[in-house]
């Protein structure tokens, strides 16, 4: 008898962007005639094409595959070093982190869920609410939580909750966690932390033997200069934090697929018999055995992100998508809505009309507005009540969305 994996059974319904989808379809299918107006701002995926100089790289990087004397095969599983030293100096200089502590991979939603591989099964583990629900979904799957109930809220895992009054920052735990995640800036509220509160969670971590996962995927959409972009500029991160990047949101790759962890090697946890052990070569040996690396010409992209003319070419598709943030903020703002987020993240987080809860929000803008737009519920039990807004579109379909928001509910 083939046995299979019952945890999956306890998994919710579909992953939230699947739902949104099916749901989406379903509207098109009903309404043929509205389909062709439909404007998405769900999902968080980029719709401006690859830097030119990340097009030029790849192309090049192609060619070179074409002749015997440049051809390259299995390439190195945890990234060619060109790539990881580019992102040491561009990204890490002067916070400690060498070229043999980044892993390259083909995205952080994947290392957030693999991660899980080196970790046992008797952790305490803390998530934000709302949350990424990858890292929820992948906890579930590998047998980390118990039942959930009906508000889709899973047992044995630690929910710490972020609202409007803590500014979508959680407050430490007065308990003891073993795991936690954190995502600044935050997916979905566009929060962000400051260096006080980041120093709190390390100060806590090292203080309890935890470990904190820090997501950094939207880093590049900082503009405050005071605001941290990495975990690892708060003094003893080192010992008790990794960090995960992509190039998919600054460099255009959700298509191409490209990221990194970074994994410092006095990274330690513990193993049933009470010793200390690295986690930086258990990952790499997860890494080599379970992945073959991410390909030449993806990677010489990746490294062109970090060129004279990707800087430029990157820092205007940042730029560009910020201007639709703001945007996007005012245009709730003037119908009456709370707005959060949107000023160092490419998400809005908006408080729903009074009367609507946030899947009746997604409704009344699928049907009404013909824009598609993700239910806060989606994101935990405290995203009830507010919805997210993408700003990754075009600026000439922000503008129509926000005229469609003033239409609909101002």
Known sequence: MARINDNF????????????????????????????????????????????ACREAMHAAVDELGHADTFKGYGPEQGYAFLREAIVENQYAGLGISADEVFVSDGSKCDTGNILDIFGRDNVIAITDPVYPVYVDTNVMAGNTGEADEKGT????VYL??????????????????????????????????????????????????????????????????????????????ECAMEFRSFSKNGGFT????????????????????????????????????????SYPVQKGAAAVFSEEGKKQVAALIDGYMGN???????????????????????????????????????????????????GAGFGAAGEGYFRISAFNTREKVEEVCRRILETLG
């Open 325 to 375: 943030a703001a945007l996007l903020r005012e245009a709730c703002a003037r119908v009456g809505l709370p707005v959060f987020g949107g000023r160092n993240a490419p998400y809005v987080w908006v408080g729903c009309p009074e009367g609507l809860d946030s899947w009746g929000m997604f409704d009344k803008m699928l049907n009404e507005a013909n824009v598609v737009i993700t239910p």
């Open 255 to 294: 298509g191409t697929r490209c990221a990194y962890t970074v994994i410092p090697k006095t990274l330690k946890g513990y193993a049933a018999d009470g010793s200390e052990r690295a986690l930086h070569p258990l990952w790499s040996r997860r890494h080599s055995t379970k992945f073959n690396g991410a």
């Open 9 to 52: 059974l306890k998994l919710k319904a579909g992953y939230l962007f699947p739902e949104i989808a099916r749901r989406v379809n379903a509207f098109n299918e009903a309404h043929p005639e509205a389909a062709v107006r439909l404007i998405r701002c769900g999902i968080g995926d980029v719709t401006e094409p690859l830097p030119e």
């Open 161 to 238: 909750p972020c609202t409007a009054e803590n500014d979508f920052v959680p407050a430490i735990p007065e308990r003891q966690v073993d795991l936690v995640y954190l995502c600044y800036p935050n997916n979905p509220t566009g929060a962000t932390a400051t260096r006080e509160q980041l120093a709190d969670w390390v100060a806590y971590a090292r203080a309890n033997r935890a470990i904190i996962l820090y997501d950094a995927a939207y880093e590049a959409f900082i503009q405050d200069p005071a605001i941290p972009r990495s975990i690892f500029e708060i003094e003893g991160a080192h």
């Open 154 to 157: 899973y047992a044995g895992l």
